[in-house]
């Protein structure tokens, strides 16, 4: 080095007198060492060391990549035996549990550098098995966080085995290896979690105004109080198969199963009978009830046993 420069100190201490032993420190000091970069202090380091020609190519190649990119490209030129990129994951097996359908399970991963700098690509065999971000970029020494978003459809089911892929490459988007992680879920065996004291109170409270909508319809028999009165036990019977089915988590198969009671009722109660007995069921009758009772809970039932298969 010439004399009149400035001397790096890194935070371990360590003072660098040549191009290999600024490289091997800026490796293991990799965040002080961009810091460098941006002041221009490694360039007149450079220089400083007779390497005029490199400093040149330095500033150059700081405008058209990225920080760490470059500071790659230069600790490889200037010393050609620092480690290559290696990514090693956390775990080699990832275990979802028990997830359920429509609804998300995450799971954190974490990659952690065991080499030099490394761009990591992750793709999975699931394809309802979602993760962010998709691409990392991993220093030296850091670990980076994937987030596993599990999310399954209705035509999952039973025990279900897949697996993460991650593909590991070098500053210059060279593929440098391949690794992956086993992923295991339980899909849609014991998905309904024990109902709890508030599930139990939004059933009574459905039961209770259910009968109190049809108490005030029997008394008043505003017109078309007979359809109104077969909704009722329509949504009645649809919420709870609804809650019996999937429970009272998911708001929206909630409701998808209270809008098909009622139109399983409203075929159950009026319209069935039309084509079956070729005349409509005297008003409120106790087979229009277990006629409109019926439609209401095969029609969620069926949809759901649909899904299941």
């Known amino acids: 080095m010439q004399l009149g420069v400035e001397p790096l100190i890194f935070p ?43 400093a040149d190519w330095l500033q150059q190649s700081q405008g058209d990549a990225s920080p760490d990119t470059v500071l790659d490209a230069l600790l490889r030129r200037l010393e050609p035996g620092l480690p290559p990129p290696a990514v090693e994951p956390s775990v080699q097996h990832i275990s979802l549990g028990v997830v359920t359908p429509g609804l ?19 793709t999975s065999s699931l394809p309802w098995l979602q993760f962010y971000p998709e691409h990392l970029l991993i220093r030296p020494g850091e670990q980076e966080q994937v987030q596993l978003c599990a999310s399954p459809d209705y035509a999952s089911h039973g025990q279900i085995r897949g697996s993460l892929q991650l593909q590991v490459y070098d500053a210059q988007a060279r593929l440098v290896s391949t690794q992956k992680v086993q992923v295991s879920a339980e899909v849609g ?42 909704i009722c036990v329509g949504l009645t019977a ?44 005297p008003l409120l009758s106790a087979g229009q009830m277990a006629g409109a009772l019926l439609g209401a809970v095969l029609a969620p039932l069926l949809v759901h046993l649909f899904f299941e298969s």
């Open 189 to 230: 065996a014991g998905t309904r979690a024990r109902p709890g004291r508030v599930d139990m109170l939004w059933l009574l409270m459905i039961l209770t105004s259910a009968l109190v909508v049809l108490m005030l319809l029997w008394t008043l028999r505003p017109p078309g109080w007979s359809l109104l009165s077969v």
């Open 104 to 122: 998300q399970t995450a799971v954190p991963l974490l990659l952690l550098s065991r080499g030099g700098l490394a761009q990591v690509a992750v």
């Open 12 to 54: 371990g201490g360590e003072r660098p007198t040549s191009p290999q032993e600024f490289a091997r420190a800026c490796f293991r000091w990799w965040n002080f060492a961009l810091g460098l970069l941006h002041d221009g202090k490694v360039s007149a380091f450079l220089r400083g060391c007779g390497m005029a020609n490199l």
């Open 238 to 281: 649809g919420g709870i198969a609804g809650w019996v089915l999937n429970g009272a988590g998911d708001l929206s198969l909630l409701l998808m199963h209270t809008l098909l009671g009622a139109l399983g009722a409203i075929a159950g109660g009026l319209i069935v009978p039309l084509f079956i007995l070729k005349r409509a069921l």
